[in-house]
């Protein structure tokens, strides 16, 4: 499966890219170069921002999820994880307001102010979860073209590859994540370009071939569809790979950016699904996009290797960036902040991230279960102008987490399932934890408001 002269080629890869981005990494002398990315003072620009926010959310498993989702569904299943990406959007309009109108500095700025510090270290409870997540999810992907799942091929490539990533963004911090996330970019977007150039014209040249595939039901994938319209309301404000680029340049600048990184990003991941529908149309079986690679041959091989290798890294260079910044900045709250101290939380995360790899996770799972526990914070963001109790955060939060927990370990009745299908049970539980969520998120406000009336109707 793994011939001696692929693996080979795959190693050079690895390493050659890497050794480049280290080169190319810039190495940070200040404070705001290493945790906000600026050079000499200057924010990040239009273009470095928008394809830093694509890239570093075009992940490894992502692409992955994409094809397998264009494997077992058709088009649809494209689509379905595409409008994952409206969480841009989202996120973007809403974090712009709260800059401009509520002048606010960070999320946990914003969570601190209105609703206190238990709510603030419990929001940090969950990013943390979502960066430790996002270690193993992609680097693990990178680990299945080297070799079988739990072979020692494949624990070694995800051992070097993280060692590599890492040593470039120790280097320049979120300043070497956002440079090094133009050249990926661009690498991934012609690399992507050459594959669609040799699967399309494989079924006819007929782009509608594609396009057509899938059928358009619940079950066919619109279940996910649905789940991911839900989602992005509060997916997106538990990634701080995505909400720390969301403070560092202008609120119009970043606005801009957020907008057509919602184009992008949703085109890209949409494109990436061909793969897996290809895979269908000729009867593939297994991870679509190693399928695929290996059904055409060394240099499709090659290709889809080097897009895996070059989504993983950008995802993981922000990951460490990211962890870095919680710890020193948003929790620390900036006290004696060095640089120093900023690679050492990176290689505490880089260590305690790659430890799952040996307990065999699902890649999958570290989407749509982190999602369903995060679904409290939708009432959060989406009605952030209303001053509410701290009660409200956390009795939201609170339930959606052990919602996520419950589904995650099957302990849900089925009764709460009506949908059926794939992805059925997640879209009913969804559905059923962000109404619960906002009843919640609603009550002690309303509470708050009666008594305040009651009172002022006694004087």
Excluded at 406 to 428: N, R, V
């Amino acid at each position: 499966m793994w011939t001696n002269d692929i693996i080979n080629w795959q190693w050079l890869l690895v390493i050659a890219s890497s050794l480049i981005l280290i080169i190319v990494a810039p190495f940070a002398k200040t404070i705001n170069d290493f945790f906000r990315g600026s050079k000499n003072e200057q924010a990040p620009g239009f273009w470095l921002l928008t394809s830093s926010l694509v890239i570093s959310w075009i992940f490894a498993k992502s692409i992955t999820n994409a094809a397998n989702l264009g494997l077992s569904f058709g088009f649809v299943g494209g689509v379905a994880y595409a409008a994952y990406y409206l969480s841009f959007l989202v996120a973007g309009i809403i974090i712009y307001k709260m800059r401009v109108e509520g002048q606010f500095q960070s999320l946990h700025h914003f969570l601190e102010n209105r609703y206190g510090q238990m709510a603030m270290l419990l929001f940090s409870s969950l990013i943390a979860f979502r960066l430790f997540n996002e270690v193993w999810s992609n680097t693990m992907v990178i680990g299945t073209y080297f070799g079988a799942k739990d072979s020692a091929p494949y624990y070694w490539s995800i051992i070097v590859f993280t060692i590599l990533t890492l040593v470039y963004a120790l280097k320049g911090g979120l300043r070497s994540s956002l440079l090094t996330d133009l050249i990926q970019m661009l690498l991934f977007g012609g690399l992507l370009f050459v594959i669609l150039g040799v699967l399309i014209p494989k079924e006819g040249g007929d782009i509608k071939v594609f396009v057509q595939s899938g059928e358009w039901t619940m079950a066919g994938g619109l279940n996910l569809f649905f789940v991911a319209l839900i989602q992005v309301f509060s997916y997106p404000f538990h990634d701080p790979v995505l909400t720390d680029r969301a403070f560092i340049a202008s609120p119009k600048l970043t606005l801009r950016s957020f907008i057509l990184a919602t184009v992008i990003g949703s085109i890209c991941i949409l494109l990436f699904s061909f793969v897996g529908i290809y895979a269908q149309l000729e009867g593939l079986q297994g991870q679509a996009p190693v399928a695929v690679s290996k059904a055409l041959g060394l240099g499709m091989m090659l290709m889809m290797n080097f897009i895996m290798i070059t989504s993983a890294a950008s995802t993981l260079d922000s990951t460490f960036t990211s962890f870095s910044k919680l710890i020193l900045i948003d929790l620390g709250k900036a006290q004696a902040l060095t640089i120093r101290k900023g690679r050492i939380t990176m290689i505490i995360v880089a260590i305690a991230g790659t430890l799952p790899i040996f307990f065999s996770p699902e890649i999958l799972s570290a989407t749509t279960i982190s999602g369903t526990m995060v679904i409290g914070l939708t009432p959060i963001f989406l009605f952030w102008k209303i001053k509410a109790p701290e009660s409200s955060f956390l009795w939201s939060v609170s339930i959606s987490i052990i919602i996520g927990i419950l589904f995650t370990a099957g302990l849900i009745p089925e009764s709460w399932y009506f949908f059926e299908g794939k992805y059925g049970d997640l879209l009913s539980v969804n559905i059923i934890g962000v109404l619960l969520c906002t009843l919640v998120f609603w009550l002690p406000i309303l509470m708050t408001r009666k008594n305040e009336a009651n009172q002022r109707f006694r004087h």
